[in-house]
């Protein structure tokens, strides 16, 4: 599988470069999105491709696009890639990493939603009792699971920033109540309905994010990525026991190498290891095998 790390496409203007995501201009509807092999950790753009990792990125996304369109509309476009890139010598190495999308108003908050109590939120629970100002039951331990499902959006920040966690009165200041409680009760139905199908095969979805843009007529769409390794921590339900932190099918298995390093956290991030690499792109692999076989 071709290794994408970056992108030159000439034909079409670059409109941005995210940590993961190049996203070109395809005209005033369409845009062009190619989920690269790059790979961040603490905001930080690591110097290693995970190859093929893109491929899977966009695969996942797409299954799940497809799978809750019944839910909420999606992003996904009909135009196809060889009309968006009729050059081949552009299109075939970027083929199974790009998907094209309308061009929507996108909304400046992560809608995050939490079915255990693992990473932030635990650190959040030891030191309050609560997550993102929600209390809960004393006595949780590290990777339980929750009473109900959680929405504790975050703001949207750029590269090399860190999202800042809100309270959901803050999302109603910036969205207005009833596109805020739309937001939400989205979120929860898509979080609740995917965690129950990917349980029945084998993965645990402990918390993920989703991310939302409104059309012409202020319709509600999701967009970005959806329940993919990347913007969820996936969990092998075999091998799940709370009081630690489970092993994962997502980049969680990088983070935790990285933790093990004498490293800042700040750019530039250290190289990768081969079997870190090797690795890291077979539990992505797997992860997707499961999920859309």
Request: net charge negative; with cysteine.
């Amino acid at each position: 599988m071709n290794t994408v790390f970056e992108t030159e496409i000439t034909s079409l203007p670059l409109i941005h470069k995210g940590k993961v995501r190049d996203i070109y201009a395809i005209n005033d509807d369409y845009m062009l999105i190619v989920t690269t092999d790059r790979i961040s950790a603490f905001d930080v753009i690591l110097p290693t491709p995970i190859s093929g990792k893109g491929a899977v990125l966009t695969s996942v996304a797409n299954f799940w696009f497809e799978r809750t369109k019944n839910i909420i509309p999606n992003h996904v476009a009909e135009m196809s890639l060889d009309e968006a890139l009729p050059d081949a010598a552009e299109r075939d190495p970027i083929k199974d990493h790009a998907v094209v999308v309308r061009r929507l108003k996108a909304l400046p908050v992560e809608a995050i939603v939490r079915g255990y109590i693992i990473g932030s939120g635990w650190k959040d629970y030891q030191h309050s009792g609560a997550i993102c100002g929600i209390e809960l039951p004393e006595g949780l331990q590290q990777a339980d699971k929750l009473p109900q499902p959680l929405y504790t959006p975050s703001t949207k920040a750029d590269v090399g920033e860190h999202d800042e966690n809100v309270d959901f009165a803050h999302t109603v200041k910036l969205l207005g109540q009833k596109l805020a409680e739309q937001v939400r009760d989205v979120s929860l139905k898509l979080y609740s309905e995917a965690a129950a199908y990917a349980l029945e095969r084998g993965i645990i979805i402990a918390d993920t994010k989703f991310e939302f843009g409104q059309d012409s007529d202020g319709n509600l769409v999701l967009i970005d990525e959806v329940l993919t390794p990347d913007s969820s921590r996936f969990w092998p339900a075999d091998q799940y026991k709370p009081g630690i932190s489970p092993p994962s099918f997502d980049k969680q298995y990088v983070r935790d190498y990285l933790e093990t390093l004498d490293w800042d956290k700040c750019e530039p991030g250290p190289e990768l290891p081969t079997d870190v690499v090797e690795n890291t792109v077979a539990k992505y692999r797997e992860a997707m095998d499961r999920l859309t076989n």
